[in-house]
């Protein structure tokens, strides 16, 4: 019997196969005493499984091939250092001695212990990390159970099944995905995950066609079963019959040919039809994303997010390892602009790791972002030292999140102008032209930008949060998302005002935001004024496709009209005749 289940489209495709499934270990595993002397026998079973983790992760790390995309080894540098964090490499330990219990209840208590510190963080990034931990954890556990890993069930599968393979599981980790790169899956769905979750970032970087988020697609689906996977609408049919297998095979050779021809223009320059050009950058959250970057095109970095270095860990990283960081993205981007948000964390998320956020009602309206760098100076100061010296190798710009008070930004250029009397001290090298900018994703800030104007180089606005700090709505809560609407006439006019703005005190203005990279939003921000555009890698084709086809004259005309109409079912009629 045909049916179809949905969830978050993450990567854009068609995929057509068969349904390989992969076991997921049970979390909610066994619990049983053991006695005092059987302790040292249990944590040596512990020690064991953990040390097989990590020598496997390392020899996936080496056996990369050269062309696999950057983003996979990060992951599993990332993967084998939250293992070696003593919060998972030892806490177990102590909980089999003092509850004199089985090692695999004692690492799962202490999984729960650290997601549950991972939930209570609003920023939708950082929260998707709880996910890592719980790959690494289920990863231990099939060590200690037996259970099958996906390399060792894909190499059960032959190699002529594996190109009409889609991989069906709960979940998979960036060790699993490295997989899809040796053994060339069509795709893949998971029952949980989310667009910022490092299994999505990854299926994009591979161009594979995933959803994620189906709940209950792992139970749902039989091995062998026929599958149709629409990666850009999120739809997964299970058992088609031949009228709808025949009409996405259509579909799949259009997307597979739109595919070649976006290679095409990779190199082409961004343009409007009457001339005007357009600067295309990219999202990124991985040194190693700087490379995906150029492959597609990007005439630059337009956030690079540098919460990645310091989560999972118990202290923050120190100015060495932050300048290494941003030192490779700057010399991967040859020359090309980079521009590095500041620390993006908060009083829901210590660095540390222990949780802050527990005495406030709504951190997302806390401690967090510039105001969490302000409280925490030295932290800061490292941070602003280390992107300081990586301007020496290349042009960087430095972007200061969520700013909403003009003592913030004054606040924080004096603590760049202390920084770079700290590295003059040292002897070290620096832009001393380096631009500082400020996100726009409050709106008090978008409502008062002649506060920031005089004092920052340039603007960025970030949509996510200022849709969502507009309407007061959190994006991530599945009973008020559907009321996130970029449409809605107030964001409009708050975006618009930004742009316009910007441009009349002579400050450049980009978008960041996940606006920036859709290509049904393109026209209707070119006719806004927007100039530059910053977006995930996988985006950037697309987003320079609409442009090449569209006249700036005829948006400007068309969205000074939307910005007159109130009526949302207007504004969607008047959006669908602006791309038509």
């Given at each position: ?170 979940d998979l980790s960036p060790a699993d995905m490295l997989v899809f790169k040796e053994h060339q899956f069509a795709g893949f769905v998971t029952d949980v995950g989310g667009p910022t979750s490092h299994t999505a970032i990854m299926a994009r970087s591979l161009a594979l066609p995933a959803i994620l988020a189906l709940h209950h697609a792992r139970h749902m689906i039989a091995e062998d079963d026929w599958l149709i996977l629409d990666g850009t609408a999120g739809v997964l049919i299970v058992a088609p019959d031949a009228a709808v297998l025949n009409e996405y095979l ?173 590295l003059d001290i040292a002897g070290r090298g620096y832009d001393d032209t380096v631009e500082v900018g400020g996100m726009i994703e409050i709106p008090a800030a978008a409502l008062s930008l002649g506060l920031f104007v005089k004092k920052l180089g340039y603007l960025s606005i970030g949509t996510n949060d200022l849709i969502q700090y507009t309407l007061a709505i959190d994006r991530t809560d599945d009973e008020v998302s559907a009321l996130y609407d970029p449409l809605h006439p107030a964001v409009l006019y708050l975006i618009a005002h930004t742009i316009r703005t ?79």
């Amino acid at each position: 019997m045909s049916f179809t289940l949905h969830g978050i489209p993450v990567s854009g495709g068609i995929a057509i196969g068969r349904a390989h499934l992969i076991t997921p270990v049970a979390l909610d595993v066994a619990h049983y005493k053991i006695d005092a002397n059987q302790v040292v026998a249990e944590v040596a079973r512990f020690d064991t499984a953990v040390k097989g983790v990590q020598d496997e992760l390392k020899t996936l790390h080496t056996s990369l091939a050269s062309s696999a995309p950057g983003e996979i080894g990060a992951f599993i540098d990332l993967h084998w250092m939250i293992l070696s964090d003593p919060m998972l490499s030892k806490e177990p330990v102590r909980i089999i001695g003092e509850r004199l219990c089985n090692a695999e209840w004692a690492l799962v208590q202490q999984m729960d212990a650290l997601v549950a510190q991972f939930d209570e963080i609003q920023d939708e990034y950082l929260r998707e990390r709880k996910h890592d931990v719980t790959q690494v954890v289920e990863r231990v556990l099939k060590r200690m159970v037996g259970a099958q890993t996906l390399m060792q069930s894909a190499l059960n599968k032959k190699r002529s099944q594996e190109a009409e393979m889609i991989v069906v599981a709960h979940d998979l980790s960036p060790a699993d995905m490295l997989v899809f790169k040796e053994h060339q899956f069509a795709g893949f769905v998971t029952d949980v995950g989310g667009p910022t979750s490092h299994t999505a970032i990854m299926a994009r970087s591979l161009a594979l066609p995933a959803i994620l988020a189906l709940h209950h697609a792992r139970h749902m689906i039989a091995e062998d079963d026929w599958l149709i996977l629409d990666g850009t609408a999120g739809v997964l049919i299970v058992a088609p019959d031949a009228a709808v297998l025949n009409e996405y095979l259509l579909k799949r050779r259009g997307v597979d040919l739109e595919r070649k021809k976006l290679k095409r223009i990779a190199t082409a320059p961004a343009a409007t039809l009457d001339g005007v050009p357009i600067e295309l950058h990219a999202n990124i959250e991985l040194p190693e994303d700087a490379k995906v970057a150029l492959a597609n095109g990007a005439t630059g970095v337009g956030l690079f997010r540098t919460e990645f270095l310091f989560m999972n860990r118990k202290t923050s990283p120190d100015e060495e390892e932050q300048f290494e960081a941003y030192r490779a993205v700057v010399k991967a981007m040859r020359g090309q602009p980079v521009t590095i948000r500041t620390l993006d964390i908060g009083a829901d998320k210590q660095i540390d790791g222990e949780s802050a956020g527990a005495n406030s009602l709504n951190p997302a309206l806390g401690l967090r972002a510039i105001r969490y760098c302000l409280a925490e100076p030295q932290i800061f100061l490292v941070q602003l030292r280390a992107i300081l010296r990586a301007s020496h190798y290349g042009k960087v710009k430095i972007l200061l999140p969520m700013i909403a008070h003009a003592h913030e930004v004054t606040q924080a250029l004096e603590l760049v102008s202390q920084a770079k009397a700290q590295l003059d001290i040292a002897g070290r090298g620096y832009d001393d032209t380096v631009e500082v900018g400020g996100m726009i994703e409050i709106p008090a800030a978008a409502l008062s930008l002649g506060l920031f104007v005089k004092k920052l180089g340039y603007l960025s606005i970030g949509t996510n949060d200022l849709i969502q700090y507009t309407l007061a709505i959190d994006r991530t809560d599945d009973e008020v998302s559907a009321l996130y609407d970029p449409l809605h006439p107030a964001v409009l006019y708050l975006i618009a005002h930004t742009i316009r703005t910007g441009h009349k005190a002579g400050l450049p203005v980009a978008v960041c935001g996940e606006m920036a990279g859709e290509v049904a939003m393109t026209r209707l921000l070119l006719g806004m004024g927007l100039k530059q555009f910053s977006m995930h890698p996988a985006q950037l084709l697309s987003v320079k496709q609409k442009i090449l086809q569209s006249s700036l004259a005829d948006c400007e005309d068309a969205v000074k009209r939307m910005l007159r109409t109130e009526e949302p079912e207007k504004l969607r009629e008047q959006l669908a005749a602006l791309n038509a």
